[in-house]
């Protein structure tokens, strides 16, 4: 129990690299699946091809490899960029795809009748997206959202293997020096756990404020 | 067309916007394509030299050679992990509290410890208690721990979506409960269940990715051994990459084609259902 106590300070700054990582690549992956669902529904082909393109690579491509590539690959071309940034973008560009696929199936989930009643009252294609098919999608994605938000949650720790000290790499290097696994990855374990018990929580209550029975 | 819900037939105007949207498509797409060429050129990675090793057999065979064994890792923990997962989803269902609380535990905490604080405890914690695996195994055991979770709720939510009729019909013919589920309800739901297992198949054999960390020479550390003896980096993970896409998508699409044969086979007023 004291090699976890005394170590607090690093697992904490572990802990707060893990946050950032989670909080800014889910920024990032949801402005970007809003942009990649728009494409996927859009009446243009060539624009529904680019957004399936996008979602079918990414989903069937392994965190792990996008990683590596753009961590130690970009380089290599000329494109110098800041670790913890780096990882960032490759986590909200992987996770955008699976977003995306909850987002589309939500935008599908909306009755026919919505989007012919926005167009007959006039709506624009992007006015009606945005103020009548979107709300509702969104609302009905709530639950997949959270526990896409729980899974890269997990996936943050990836970014452990190509050397940024977030709370996976700050319990492994605890270990290291101390030798007490059991209370220090039990600990790590446990703040991963409090994280998606939170995101629980959060998807719980917004679902039932906004969900609408049909 | 999947979402009819969003637009109309096209008339002369949209029909013209349509046209213009292709076009500037197009053009935004080309012109990503030949910025990504350019910053290539720029790095002096497009030479011939830099990727003539990878027209010949010996680069192909070692990447393949990490390919059979990412396919090994990924066949030996999905198995692993759809049997305990099996255990664990009949756990959950059992009527026994002190067997259907644990199995709900384990599902629970399991799902939300990421795979790669799993692999560190393997790699690192178990030998300390004089529990030192093979590599192969370091790999394999912390992926079905945590596959076996997700499994667990993929058979659950299979069990628990055959018609409530179904096991009360066997339990009415005089079937145990054991029988019942054995004969009844786990055919009908094995089938049902099938696309679901496939996709989470891709997810595992993604995650054996994490080889990269363990050293064990699948696919992604078979890259990192070849990159650093050859020193063509981004072609070879580049190929990597390539290979991981070939294989997922082929399962992705199987996944979808038992979809669209099971949707077939399902009676319309289940699907109303669903």
């Known amino acids: ?214 | 067309m999947s979402s009819t819900a969003l637009f109309d037939e096209p008339g002369p105007r949209a029909r013209r916007r349509i046209r213009v949207a292709t076009v500037l498509g197009t053009l935004a797409a080309v012109a990503l394509a030949a910025l990504a060429v350019r910053q290539f050129a720029a790095g002096g990675q497009l030479g011939y030299e830099r990727w003539q090793p990878y027209a010949t057999w010996p680069m192909w065979r070692y990447l393949l050679g990490g390919l059979w064994s990412t396919a090994l890792a990924a066949v030996v923990s999905a198995a692993l992990a759809m049997a305990f997962g099996l255990v664990l989803a009949l756990g959950r269902l059992s009527e026994r509290r002190w067997v259907r609380l644990p199995a709900a535990g384990y599902v629970e905490v399991v799902r939300t410890i990421p795979a790669l604080l799993l692999v560190y405890v393997v790699l690192f914690a178990l030998p300390r208690y004089g529990l030192d695996l093979p590599l192969f195994w370091k790999l394999v055991v912390p992926l079905a721990v945590s596959n076996a979770a997700a499994f667990a709720e993929i058979f659950r939510a299979g069990i628990l979506s055959i018609e409530r009729g179904q096991g009360e019909a066997g339990l009415a013919v005089g079937l145990t409960r054991g029988q019942t589920m054995r004969l009844i309800v786990a055919p009908q739901a094995a089938r049902r269940v099938l696309p679901s297992i496939v996709s989470q198949s891709v997810g595992l054999l993604k995650d054996t990715s994490l080889g990269f960390v363990v050293s064990y020479a699948e696919l992604l550390y078979s890259g990192k051994v070849l990159a650093s003896f050859n020193g063509l980096l981004i072609q070879t993970y580049l190929i990597v990459a390539l290979i991981y896409l070939v294989v997922n998508l082929s399962l992705s699409k199987l996944a979808r084609t038992l979809e669209a044969r099971q949707r077939l086979a399902v009676p319309k007023r289940r699907l109303a259902r669903a």
């Open chain 1, 1 to 214: 129990m004291s090699a976890l106590l005394d170590h607090l300070p690093e697992l904490w700054q572990g802990l707060v690299v893990t946050l950032q990582l989670i909080a800014a690549s889910f920024a990032g992956a949801a402005v970007l699946a809003v942009l990649v669902t728009a494409l996927r529904v859009s009446p243009v082909r060539v624009l529904r091809g680019l957004g399936t393109a996008y979602v079918e690579t990414f989903q069937n491509l392994p965190l792990l490899v996008l990683l590596v590539l753009a961590v130690f690959g970009l380089p290599e071309i000329g494109i110098q960029a800041d670790l913890l940034e780096t990882a960032i973008v490759v986590i909200a560009v992987y996770q955008a795809a699976y977003f995306a696929e909850a987002l589309r199936s939500g935008v599908n989930s909306v009755a026919k009748g919505q989007g012919e009643a926005a167009r007959a009252i006039g709506l624009t294609f992007s006015q009606s997206l945005r103020h009548v098919i979107l709300p509702q999608a969104l609302r009905t994605v709530v639950q997949p959202i959270g526990n896409l938000f729980i899974a890269l949650a997990m996936n943050t720790s990836l970014a452990a293997a190509v050397g940024i000290v977030d709370l996976t790499a700050a319990a492994n290097r605890v270990n290291l020096v101390e030798a007490q696994p059991i209370p220090i990855f039990v600990g790590a374990g446990l703040a991963y756990a409090l994280i998606a018990a939170c995101a629980g929580f959060v998807t719980g209550r917004l679902e039932r404020k906004l969900v609408i029975l049909r």
